[in-house]
């Protein structure tokens, strides 16, 4: 019976590698939850600092309703018709800081933030973020994933 159970077992992990690719489609760490960006830098500073894996490495806003991402103009409308664009910056363990573009968005209510290749090889322990006027969010997360997985 023990030897029939291991069996199965084994099939299943082997089925769902060769599904799966052998990795999950993305790497999640959140950095911060519910929240609300104002004009003053939010500083978020990590017991364990980000690490870079794979080929895109981004800091993810999920919006909170009424807040959509405007992919045309690069940034989030809110629910009086305006417009405002957050900004993202990482201070890597040396001290150093990159501020990060807008990217792009996952659905309406994940705006992306990266310098794509540009921060691999550096780990970062404080995430700092604003937004002129203010937008809440459910989430702020870290996301590393590779291209090729993405629909």
Not at 68 to 91: C, F, H, I, T, W
Not at 126 to 140: A, E, N
Request: hydrophobic share 35%; proline share 3%; net charge neutral.
């Amino acid at each position: 019976m023990y030897t029939v159970t291991l069996f199965l077992s084994c099939i299943t992990l082997l089925a769902s590698l060769m599904i799966g690719g052998g990795h999950q489609r993305f790497l999640d760490r959140t950095i911060k939850d519910d929240t609300t960006l104002t004009q003053e830098w939010m500083e978020i500073t990590l017991d364990t600092p980000l690490k870079p894996e794979r080929d895109v490495q981004a800091v993810i806003l999920h919006l909170a309703d009424p807040y959509e991402a405007d992919l045309k103009m690069n940034g989030v409308r809110l629910s009086d018709g305006s417009l405002v664009k957050p900004e993202v910056q990482l201070v890597d363990t040396a001290g150093n800081t990159y501020s990060l573009n807008y990217y792009g968005l996952f659905g309406r209510q994940l705006v992306i933030f990266t310098l794509r290749d540009q921060l691999m090889g550096r780990e970062y322990r404080t995430v700092r973020i604003r937004s002129d006027k203010p937008i809440h969010s459910r989430r702020i997360f870290w996301r590393c994933y590779y291209t090729r997985d993405i629909d």
